[in-house]
């Protein structure tokens, strides 16, 4: 396996966005000027604006955002954890993180398909400081700064249009940015997004180097005969990227070609676009993801100037859950009882377990998609057989039928092969699953609840034995004459924790859960069968 390597970049490259019109009256900027703001660079000079590199943005905005974190009283390992709301890790990998983005790194995620690696780069970009100043219609968002500052310059060059557009007789020999009016140079504090400050790029073999590095469009030029217009120019991924974020996904795909070019990129912070005679800004925070099989294919010198990071599926049990959770609110999936998402979880983690990675071809069986898939798919099942609540037969369909459509299917053998696999492998597992999340779930309420009081336990038994085959004496639970307490006990606490969703009602739900434990748990609560998922 490829080793971790922490490389700051030789070229910290500019990083800001805005732009006014030349001549216009604006007021000075504040300090954290609002997106839309208009000022000129002498308002910001006076000001003492000063210009940063994205990964020197990046570093002020983590910091700032741990400081506030902590002052609401939260420990340093929750604070790194809460800058990524949607991704449920390791602590260790998102300390690594924050460490990466701290010391002005480029980051690659490498770990197994569906562990979460593109999700959390799209979290960092979540974290980047959106606004920013940049000269009025620069194609590539040169900070203004660099046009009237010759120490700023030299730091982060502006690009060819800025400096023909700012020169004498739009010479661009003759650019001196001492010589620049700093009341003439227009600026707009923008939010940076997809195409400005954000570019991301998915790693195939038919990438090519001008998917990058863009072109100077001769039809456009001849059409407009201006060069310093930039409609002349269309800016490849790298100069989109430019005092933002680059996110590549599955870098390892991409051609040594292209590879080279993002190389250079980074170790120069510069882009010459087909066709061009000049070279232009590039300055960024590189976000790769890598499958493990792809790891070789990323050249040496590439490698080196990224920091690696092992992102892996989560080996506790809770972290899976909750990823389920996310997942599953996100989606408005239909309700599920928890006994049966438990169970679930506990299959795919299983699997894991036992299945190793020495066959590709089931290896995404085992990912966090697929622990999204079965929750989704248990639901979808008992909607198609319409039933409000899933059963546990709706489970074992759920599983295989998200289990099964993650095998790759290279031909139709293997294809078969697998899904014999799959289909064994449920039927050792998936009974063993459903005592566990059943003992577990009773553990909980018989604790908690009844505080192992064993007559209130034997008393809720006998009256949840009651309702489940008769419907007649289940529509009393909607009446408030009082009967059957201890099973209304039980329904709210399954209402508390589960909020069932429609058509499942809050009776559909606790009777459900009461059935799973009656046939899994036994009403059984053991040594060793700590609640591990509170």
């Known amino acids: 396996m490829r080793r971790s390597t922490a490389v700051r970049g030789k070229h910290d490259m500019a990083a800001a966005l805005g732009s006014p019109m030349a001549g216009r009256s604006t007021p000075a900027p504040k300090a954290t000027a609002p997106a839309g703001a208009q000022a000129t660079a002498a308002d910001l000079q006076s000001r003492g604006v000063i210009l940063e590199s994205p990964t020197q943005r990046f570093r002020t905005e983590v910091l700032r955002l741990l400081a506030a974190l902590r002052a609401k009283g939260l420990s340093q ?72 500052d010759p120490a700023t310059a030299r730091r982060f060059p502006p690009c060819p249009i800025c400096q023909r557009r700012f020169a004498p007789n739009n010479d661009v020999a003759r650019f001196d940015p001492a010589s620049v009016d700093p009341t003439q140079v227009p600026a707009d504090n923008v939010q940076l997004r997809e195409g400005f400050g954000l570019a991301r790029l998915q790693g195939s073999s038919e990438v090519f180097p001008d998917h990058l590095t863009g072109n100077v469009n001769l039809r456009r030029l001849e059409e407009i005969g201006d060069p310093m217009s930039p409609l002349v120019l269309e800016p490849g991924k790298l100069l989109q990227a430019n005092r933002g974020i680059l ?83 996100a989606s408005g999936a239909p309700y599920v009882p928890e006994i049966l998402v438990d169970a679930g979880v506990r299959v795919i983690e299983s699997w894991r377990l036992k299945a190793g990675d020495d066959n590709p071809d089931v290896g995404e069986v085992g990912s966090n998609r697929t622990l999204l898939d079965v929750t989704q798919r248990t639901g979808a099942f008992a909607t198609l057989g319409g039933r409000a609540v899933p059963s546990a037969e709706d489970l074992r369909a759920g599983l295989w039928h998200a289990m099964r459509g993650r095998i790759r299917a290279r031909s139709g053998d293997a294809f078969q092969q697998n899904s014999k696999r799959v289909a064994e492998f449920l039927d050792r597992g998936i009974e063993e699953a459903l005592k566990q999340s059943a003992l577990v779930y009773w553990c909980r309420y018989y604790t908690t609840v009844l505080k192992e009081n064993a007559v209130e336990s034997q008393a809720l038994i006998s009256e949840g034995r009651r309702l489940l085959p008769d419907p007649a004496v289940q529509a009393q639970l909607s009446g408030a004459d009082g009967t059957f307490p201890r099973f209304r006990a039980f329904q709210e606490f399954v209402k508390a924790r589960e909020a069932p969703r429609a058509p499942a009602t809050e009776r559909d739900a606790a009777l459900a859960e009461f059935a799973l434990l009656d046939k899994f748990s036994l009403f059984t609560c053991t040594p060793g069968s700590e609640d591990d998922v509170r």
């Open 77 to 148: 390992e929750e604070a790194i954890a809460a800058l990524f709301p949607r991704t449920v890790l390791e602590g260790s990998t998102y300390e690594d993180v924050v460490a990466a983005l701290v010391s002005g790194a480029h980051l690659l995620f490498f770990g197994p398909s569906g562990a979460g690696k593109t999700t959390l780069a799209k979290e960092l970009w979540d974290l980047y400081p959106k606004t920013t100043w940049v000269v009025h219609d620069c194609p590539v968002l040169d900070h203004p700064l660099s046009v009237v």
């Open 247 to 329: 996110l590549v996904d599955e870098i390892g795909k991409l051609p040594l070609g292209t590879q080279n070019v993002l190389l250079q990129a980074l170790q120069e912070g510069t882009v010459t676009p087909s066709k061009s005679r000049e070279s232009f800004p590039a300055a960024f925070v590189a976000i790769c993801t890598s499958n493990l099989s792809d790891l070789d294919n990323i050249n040496d010198p590439l490698s080196d100037r990224l920091t690696s990071i092992h992102v892996g599926f989560n080996p506790h049990h809770a972290a899976n859950r909750r990823i389920v959770s996310i997942g599953t609110a």
